[in-house]
């Protein structure tokens, strides 16, 4: 057996310099999104006479966290919070469900309409939400449909096509020894794929279950349009609402601590799962 080549690990300044201006641009960009994200931080635990002197990171008056608690309760965030989660939740849940096993039979059988399907997905992620927006509102309107459950089947059907390409390559570069074994032991084919394969593919699962948790959470045209009330507005319409409310009530200090609530769980899924998306993006499915 051969031995692995051990990678350099000594440090070169020749070789650092060469990646320089790579460093420049990243450092410039990690200190503009750090300044950024700081003033609005502060700005949430400041007045709005502070806020707009420019004095927010003075703190005269001191930490006013008393922010956040009207932002929750009297700006109804705590209603577009619930609304996301359940939006996100429900979503990520659903496609998986239905994603999963339509890319792993797209990707480990042959059969007449295979090429036809699978490019059909990659022509369905690649159509803008913009131009079927309005077909999709006359058919909704002519079929009655509204509400949450509205909302939640629209986005299932937005993320079905991205996250079956997705889990695509996971499924195709796993061996066929898996299957194989699992057919001697009895398994069946829906038993082998739950039980067997669904688990190997992990870091595609977690990674692509995050892009969908992010692209709903973040989700603001196509609920701009068919969740316009305040009941059914998730926390990308909410923004709005409060931003359109601030002509009355003048409160710029819960309406930047409306913005930190809603930034905190992207920002948490990037802190802690981090690791996870990375070996998602760059495994490519666990080759036997």
């Known amino acids: 057996m051969k031995k692995k080549e051990k990678v350099p690990t000594h440090f070169s300044w020749r070789r650092e310099i060469r990646f320089l201006p790579t460093y420049l641009i990243l450092g410039i960009w990690i200190l503009f999104t750090a300044a950024f994200l700081l003033w609005i931080l502060a ?167 995050i892009f969908n948790f992010l692209g709903v959470w973040n989700e603001f045209f196509m609920a701009l349009i068919f969740a316009p009330s305040g009941n059914m507005a998730p926390v990308g319409v909410g923004l709005l609402q409060i931003v359109n409310a601030m002509k009355y009530s003048g409160d710029y200090g819960g309406l930047f601590a409306a913005v930190i609530i809603v930034f905190l769980p992207t920002f948490l899924l990037y802190i802690f799962l981090s690791e996870k998306i990375i070996q998602g993006v760059t495994g490519g499915g666990v080759k036997g």
Request: glycine content about 4%; some cysteine; aromatic content about 14%.
């Open 43 to 209: 700005a949430s635990l400041s007045t709005s006479r502070e806020i707009f002197s420019g004095n927010v990171f003075k703190f005269e008056s001191g930490f006013h966290f008393e922010n956040y608690a009207h932002a929750w309760n009297e700006n109804n965030v705590s209603l577009f919070f619930g609304n996301s989660l359940l939006y996100s939740i429900t979503t990520c849940v659903a496609v998986i469900l239905i994603s999963a096993p339509a890319a792993y039979v797209i990707s480990r059988f042959k059969f007449v309409s295979n090429s036809l399907i699978k490019n059909s997905l990659i022509i369905a992620m690649s159509v803008p939400a913009v131009m079927i927006i309005l077909p999709i509102f006359a058919i909704t309107t002519q079929l009655n449909l509204k509400g949450r459950l509205l909302l939640i089947l629209l986005f299932i059907f937005m993320r079905v096509p991205y996250t079956t390409v997705y889990l695509l390559n996971f499924f195709a570069t796993l061996s066929r020894s898996y299957e194989e074994a699992a057919y001697i032991d009895g398994c069946s084919p829906m038993m082998t794929f739950w039980k067997i394969i669904f688990p190997l593919v992990q870091p595609g699962l977690v990674t692509v279950t």
